[in-house]
């Protein structure tokens, strides 16, 4: 009678681990999209209504779209290289391998600031642990190799190209092909896509029928004739910066030996960028879309968790600059879209996330723990519907050029920004009421010339308010606070009105 017990006791455990097996959901496949160089702004999600992007307006439309995500800076030139280290590490810019080579005047090496054991706790080791299949494609440089290497599956390529196998195709036709293989396993794997675009960072060759579309061509030299089909300029457009090189690097950055472009300003120059620009956004687009009808075609779609996003924006004639060495809106926010299970479509958030807390928001999708050395917060909760921000203030750096650089700092309406470079000899304060002022223009936009370039009339109060007496106590502030945010997160540089 006893033996008779055990075996039912048994038995009745197993029926109950069945019919639980039966109930529990599948773990979700995660797919993070990544472009080089995009804007928020280059989307209708955040106010665009030239460049068409229908499958990421439909990716907005299904899910999440974030107000205020950012990356939090570069310590480099190639603005790329920290920023795809911060996301594959989930950990902040001076807290990333690498800071110790181009912050070497103040930081002698990496010990205290960069795990020993960093590559074992990046992106795809840490999902390959977990059980997860691990794809990337993506270009192949100016980001963490050693990190690239974990992802099981991989196929790095620089395709800036206007043709299907020199272009944003050639990374799309990878990405399908991974689903195909997928689709005909009998794996009951999960898995974790990292979609990676070369473009529309320069050289920002289009396909013939994108670039007619949007009015441009592929330029050698910086255009001098406007074509009326091309987008219009930028609200924020100047033909020059109101202050030479803010972002401390002479003559040398700025993107000033982009094919088509070098140091032109004009209206010609930069309204055939933005057509070029715009024709690569919208072949990214097709490609993203191609990506999605195949989950739908696997019966994958419900099941998997999307992340758009781009390692940086862009400023493409914002400010009289073109590149992305600086901290205006423009270029120091990202895009941001979410879309998955449990996120309710057609919502909106401000976030206040950096991308470096993409590692530990993948983390809580999957259901999985973030590494120990993860530094960033996940956003799932705000994703979810739970809250509507994981931080209060946005912190950021560029220090790619001359020391101690650039830094902001946003908190609510108000942005700050500093910069300290060429051994004092540029010293600048900026303050921003971004309500008011989203595009952070300066008094040069009020010019009547530049007003009939761009077809904006600013307000009044759409200017630089660090100067403005009304507004001392607001600077004061936010100039506190953007020292408090320098020592949390390590800063080694001070600002020269900054204390030790």
């Not at 109950?16 to 496949?29: E, H, I, L, T, V």
């Not at 995660?30 to 665009?48: A, R």
């Not at 057609?346 to 993409?358: C, E, F, M, Q, T």
């Amino acid at each position: 009678m006893k033996h008779l017990s055990i075996l039912f006791a048994i038995f009745a455990t197993l029926l109950a681990c069945s019919a639980f097996a039966q109930d529990a959901k599948p773990r979700p496949n995660i797919i993070v999209i990544v472009t080089d160089d995009q804007s928020p702004f280059s989307l209708k999600s955040y106010g665009n209504t030239v460049c068409q992007t229908p499958n990421l307006d439909k990716l907005a439309e299904s899910g999440m779209v974030l107000d205020a995500a950012y990356q939090m800076g570069s310590w480099s030139g190639a603005v790329c290289l920290p920023s795809r280290t911060m996301i594959m590490t989930g950990r902040t810019v001076w807290h990333i391998p690498g800071v110790e080579s181009f912050a070497k005047d103040v930081i002698k090496d990496k010990s205290g600031r960069v795990p020993n054991n960093i590559v074992d706790q990046t992106m795809a080791a840490v999902f390959n642990r977990a059980g997860y299949l691990t794809f990337r494609t993506c270009k192949p440089n100016n980001s963490y190799e050693a990190a690239n290497k974990q992802f099981t599956v991989r196929h790095d390529e620089m395709k800036r190209g206007g043709t299907p196998e020199t272009g944003s195709a050639w990374h799309g036709d990878r990405a399908v092909e991974f689903l195909d293989d997928y689709a005909k396993g009998t794996h009951d794997k999960p898995f974790l896509m990292y979609f990676g675009f070369s473009h529309p960072h320069d050289v920002r060759d289009g396909t013939p029928e994108l670039l007619e579309k949007y009015g441009a061509y592929n330029a050698v030299e910086p255009p001098t004739l406007v074509n009326p089909k091309s987008p219009p300029l930028p609200v924020d457009y100047l033909p020059e910066h109101p202050f030479p090189n803010p972002h401390g690097h002479g003559k040398i950055r700025d993107e000033s030996q982009v094919s088509g472009v070098m140091e032109s300003r004009t209206e010609a120059t930069i309204r055939n960028e933005l057509g070029r620009y715009y024709a690569c956004i919208e072949n990214i687009d097709i490609q993203i879309g191609r990506v999605v009808d195949k989950l739908k075609e696997m019966g994958e779609l419900e099941n998997t968790y999307i992340l758009f996003t781009s390692d940086h924006g862009i400023a493409i004639g914002g400010h009289g600059l073109q590149g992305k060495q600086n901290l205006y809106e423009h270029t120091f926010r990202v895009p941001m879209l979410v879309a998955g299970p449990g996120i309710k479509p057609g919502s909106r958030a401000p976030g206040n996330v950096y991308l470096l807390d993409i590692l530990a928001t993948i983390c809580d999708f999957a259901g999985i723990d973030a590494p120990p050395t993860n530094e960033g917060k996940s956003f799932a909760p705000v994703a979810w519907g739970k809250q509507d921000a994981v931080r209060d203030a946005m912190y950021g750096v560029y220090a790619g050029g001359s020391k101690p650089g650039m830094r902001c700092v946003r908190s609510g309406d108000w942005k700050l920004i500093k910069i300290d470079a060429f051994k004092g000899e540029l010293r600048k304060t900026q303050l921003f009421n971004l309500k008011d002022n989203p595009h952070e223009l300066v008094i040069e936009h009020h010019a009547a010339e530049i007003i009939k370039l761009t077809g904006n009339t600013p307000k009044p109060n759409q200017r630089d308010l660090a100067e403005d007496p009304a507004f001392a106590k607001v600077r004061a502030d936010m100039e506190k606070l953007l020292a408090q945010q320098m020592k949390a997160y390590d800063d080694p540089y001070r600002l020269w009105d900054q204390p030790e």
